[in-house]
């Protein structure tokens, strides 16, 4: 029904401002904790709310598996994101993981599927726009922040693709709460690696928790495996293609971060460069992590 597609939109593009807001609340978060012990904490909660919201039937074995080599890349992911965030900008941050949209039709060429030439247009004008995004004035002036958001996307991009393998023959709501929970244990178990923890309990650090572990993943993961029922592909794709300019925009209002010229072209190519590979180039629509 239409009513139902109208509500599974506006439910996607709600969604989409969560994820792209927390760019900036990680980041802020990042002043009261470090990252590893950060990730612990968010996952755990999370993957347990999924469980619960979830989890109505009974687990699938053949999924705990696929469930833990789908949370050993996100992991992967989400610590070079937020150790990233240490150094570089939400703004630039979201652009530079809206990367891994276009990585994932050259990682699936690799596998021997045939690449379109949408693909192969929106890689370029992706690759175009991380080099004025990572390298505005100069190797020089390179930022490690966000080479590590760089290796952050590659792993979330081989997430992507891993997602649309096992999810042919296994159900999403027991692989989305397995690799949820993954990330969190293996954040736990990397904790001793962690060569300054930090953890300082203040209210900021309570919200940004709650923030990102039960709206930006339990609620939002919910939400969207709800509404991508009513909602074709073209327009879930250019909905989640709004998350970094979300982050850019919620960055400039809460922190006053400008880009500087290149760098806007360079997350302009990436944007445009995530939209042609979306809608032209016959991926499965994917949310920027966030």
């Known amino acids: 029904p239409l009513s139902n597609r109208k509500k599974a939109e506006a439910l996607l593009?709600?969604?989409?401002?969560?994820?792209?807001?927390t760019f900036v609340i990680v980041k802020g978060a990042l002043q009261d904790a470090s990252p590893i012990p950060f990730l612990a904490i968010r996952f755990t909660l999370a993957g347990a709310l999924l469980f619960l919201v979830l989890g109505r039937s009974p687990l699938d074995r053949k999924a705990i598996v696929p469930g833990l080599v789908l949370g050993?890349?996100?992991f992967a992911g989400y610590l070079c994101q937020t150790w990233g965030l240490l150094y570089t900008t939400p703004s630039k941050s979201a652009f530079i993981t809206g990367f891994s949209v276009i990585l994932v039709p050259t990682i699936l060429m690799v596998g021997g599927a045939k690449m379109r030439g949408a693909s192969v247009a929106g890689a370029l004008l992706g690759l175009v726009g991380?080099?004025?995004?990572?390298?505005?004035?100069?190797?020089?002036?390179?930022?490690?922040?966000?080479?590590l958001t760089l290796f952050g996307a590659c792993s979330f991009a081989i997430h992507i693709v891993l997602v649309g393998h096992y999810t042919r023959r296994l159900a999403f709501?027991?692989?989305v709460s397995l690799q949820v929970l993954a990330v969190g244990i293996l954040a736990f178990v990397a904790l001793p690696l962690d060569r300054a923890p930090k953890?300082?309990?203040?209210?900021?650090l309570v919200g940004a928790v709650i923030v990102t572990a039960v709206?930006?993943?339990?609620?939002?993961?919910s939400v969207q495996n709800w509404a991508q029922q009513y909602t074709p592909p073209a327009h879930t794709a250019l909905i989640f293609a709004l998350e970094p300019v979300f982050a850019a925009i919620t960055?400039?209002?809460v922190l006053g971060e400008r880009l500087g010229l290149k760098a806007l072209l360079g997350a302009a190519l990436v944007l445009c460069g995530m939209i042609v590979s979306e809608l032209g180039g016959g991926t499965t629509p994917s949310p920027v992590e966030g």
């Open 251 to 253: 960055s400039r209002v």
């Open 173 to 175: 709501q027991h692989l």
């Open 215 to 221: 709206f930006a993943t339990g609620f939002a993961f």
């Open 72 to 74: 050993v890349f996100l």
């Open 13 to 21: 593009v709600t969604i989409t401002f969560v994820w792209g807001s």
């Open 130 to 147: 991380i080099y004025f995004l990572v390298v505005p004035s100069g190797l020089s002036s390179v930022n490690r922040g966000d080479v």
């Open 199 to 204: 953890l300082d309990w203040t209210w900021g």
